[in-house]
């Protein structure tokens, strides 16, 4: 046996050495699906409070059935500011609210289900850093504790994190959804 394809122990089970590089103990792969699970949570129940006006951060008579506005509300708001305030005020729409709700619910449900995490980490990344900059965070007058590093920036490194470790084959359907034969041949779904 060569340098490279010796064995190696794991946690009592030999691996061969190209392998024990990008194995991941057990325990890490179930707290790496604890993370997926609750970073989907965010963005599910952020879609349920919004939709029904669940009480925590939308009253009842501002919930989408009820004719709120999920984001030409948040984009209308007090919250956003700093020098991109005329671009975000320009973009809200009854477009936006659709766009940002079917955002919220389609990144719930695939990280918590496990499946499409490359394309749920993007687009959550992304609404993530936009509703970052939306808020501004870097002048001091803001309600941000941190000016680099907030919620925004944690729940899209998360979301980066468990599409990169395939965080959806422990306790979700990762494994499942790659075998599918459209996502064998269209990589970006896996």
């Known amino acids: 046996m060569t340098a490279t394809t010796a064995p190696r122990v794991l946690r009592g089970q030999a691996i061969p050495l190209t392998e024990a590089r990008t194995a991941t103990l057990p325990g890490a ?8 699970l609750a970073t989907g949570f965010i963005f599910l129940w952020a879609f349920l ?3 029904f006006g669940l009480g925590f951060s939308t009253p009842a008579e ?7 506005t999920p ?12 020098p991109l305030q005329p671009f975000f ?6 477009a936006t609210d659709i766009l940002f709700m079917l955002g919220m619910l389609g990144i719930g449900l695939a990280v918590m289900l496990g499946i499409g995490l490359r394309v749920s980490a993007i687009a959550g990344a992304i609404i993530m850093v936009l509703m970052y900059l939306a808020e501004w965070p870097f002048a001091a007058n803001t309600a941000s504790t941190n000016p680099l590093v907030d919620y925004h920036i944690i729940y899209a490194l998360a979301l980066i994190v468990v599409a990169a470790t395939s965080a959806g084959d422990t306790w979700g359907f990762g494994r499942q959804w790659r075998a ?11």
Do not use: C, H, M, Y
């Open 29 to 36: 792969r179930q707290a790496l699906a604890v993370l997926r």
């Open 180 to 190: 599918l034969s459209i996502v064998r041949s269209q990589a970006w779904l896996a």
């Open 89 to 94: 005020a320009g973009i809200a729409s009854p």
């Open 49 to 51: 409070d919004k939709t």
């Open 71 to 82: 984001s030409q509300g948040f984009l209308g708001s007090e919250a956003v500011s700093g």
């Open 62 to 68: 501002r919930a989408w059935i009820n004719g709120g």
